[in-house]
């Protein structure tokens, strides 16, 4: 044991122009059960009302903290509260989101049952989804929750790959300070939002040599309504979910990762994204067809095919995009994958939701017809 129920928390909140929903977020994180914490709010470069917002927080709040800066983007402004956290804990808080009250005080009595000094302290969430309805709006559990285990002892990504095949979602989780500082671990300061926590998912979990996962969710995030990532306008939105991944690739490499299942997990992010692109901007885009294959390009093969969370119409997509030969599927393992998260998804979200995640997966079966 380590003290850790008693911590300091430093909560990093980088904040721009999110007036409708900061209040939510704030008042979330005041009335946390665990008090010893400080609130980072680190402003850049508003244009709205949310400083005002800001100031009238601090004003009764001693703990939230106001820092003005101008706009640099979402992972700048995640650096400059990492490098102001005082804390022995940080926790980064999307201003758009909300938290349950005893988040911290459950995270932090969990890792003070441990004896060993934790690195990460990992939690799922919460799906909000159709928040911009209140009618239709409604909490969903995440996909990450019920698969994986609450931990009896510290564990590395490589001990549970599904930390780095899913959501990357580092704001369900706390990161001892130390363990990030020791390891140089800062954000990539991309323009605007830019995806930068794909690459700080993997410097942390790569990097990390005891985490801990408590099956519990207290994070509410505003998910992606739906069709609202279908056409995109530009060309760097269209190619960003491939540069992020070549990112944490060449982290990866930097870090030296070996382990086959991590790779591995890192493979299904990069399939997942690639369809996703097919979906959202379609094959017959020209800028999709060359990111895909360049992704592609980079994965072994092996891994991929041997990999039982790919779909098998995807594997064979793979293959013929890659000139390869025909792959041998183990459908044994593919139908064992599916049966688990027909069970998972059935206890926490009941059959109507099987059907839709069912259909997310199977959808590119006959789309693209083609590779050509």
Not at 9 to 22: A, G, H, M, Q, R
Not at 45 to 59: K, M, Y
Not at 108 to 119: I, M, P, R, V
Not at 284 to 298: E, I, M, S, T
């Amino acid at each position: 044991m380590h003290g850790d129920s008693k911590a300091l928390v430093s909560i990093v909140v980088p904040i721009y122009n999110v007036e409708n929903y900061l209040d939510q977020c704030l008042d979330s994180i005041e009335a946390q059960t665990h008090k010893n914490i400080e609130i980072l709010c680190i402003n850049d470069g508003s244009t709205d009302s949310s400083p005002d917002i800001i100031r009238a927080h601090a004003a009764k709040d001693s703990r939230v903290v106001l820092v003005d800066k101008a706009n640099g983007g979402y992972g700048q402004g995640c650096n400059m509260g990492l490098r102001l956290a005082k804390g022995d804990w940080i926790s980064i808080i999307e201003p758009d989101d909300w938290i349950d009250p005893t988040m911290y005080e459950d995270m932090l009595t969990f890792a003070d049952g441990f004896e060993e000094q934790l690195d990460i302290v990992k939690t799922p969430w919460t799906d909000i989804r159709n928040w911009d309805d209140p009618k239709e709006q409604a909490p969903y559990p995440s996909t990450m929750q019920g698969e994986i285990p609450t931990s009896t002892a510290p564990i590395t990504v490589a001990d549970e790959p599904k930390l780095m095949s899913m959501h990357p979602s580092i704001w369900s989780a706390i990161y001892r300070t130390g363990f990030l500082r020791n390891n140089n671990i800062a954000f990539p300061e991309y323009p605007g939002a830019g995806w930068a926590d794909n690459p700080f998912l993997v410097e942390t979990m790569c990097q990390a040599k005891a985490i801990v996962y408590l099956d519990k969710p207290y994070y509410n995030y505003r998910c992606d309504l739906p069709y609202s990532t279908r056409n995109h306008k530009t060309d760097e939105a269209i190619t960003r979910p491939f540069d992020r991944w070549d990112d944490m690739y060449d982290i990866m490499k930097r870090l030296n990762v070996t382990d086959d299942r991590i790779w591995q997990a890192h493979d299904l992010r990069g399939i997942n994204y690639s369809f996703g692109a097919i979906y959202d901007d379609g094959w017959d885009n020209p800028l999709v067809k060359d990111r895909v294959q360049k992704c592609f390009a980079k994965m072994d093969p092996e891994l991929v095919i041997n990999n039982p969370e790919i779909a098998p119409h995807r594997k064979k997509f793979f293959c013929e995009l890659l000139g390869l030969p025909k792959p041998k599927i183990d459908y044994t393992a593919w139908w064992a994958h599916l049966i688990k998260m027909a069970g998972s998804t059935i206890k926490y979200e009941g059959v109507g939701r099987l059907v839709h995640r069912v259909g997310r997966a199977t959808f590119f079966k006959t789309e693209p017809t083609h590779v050509k």
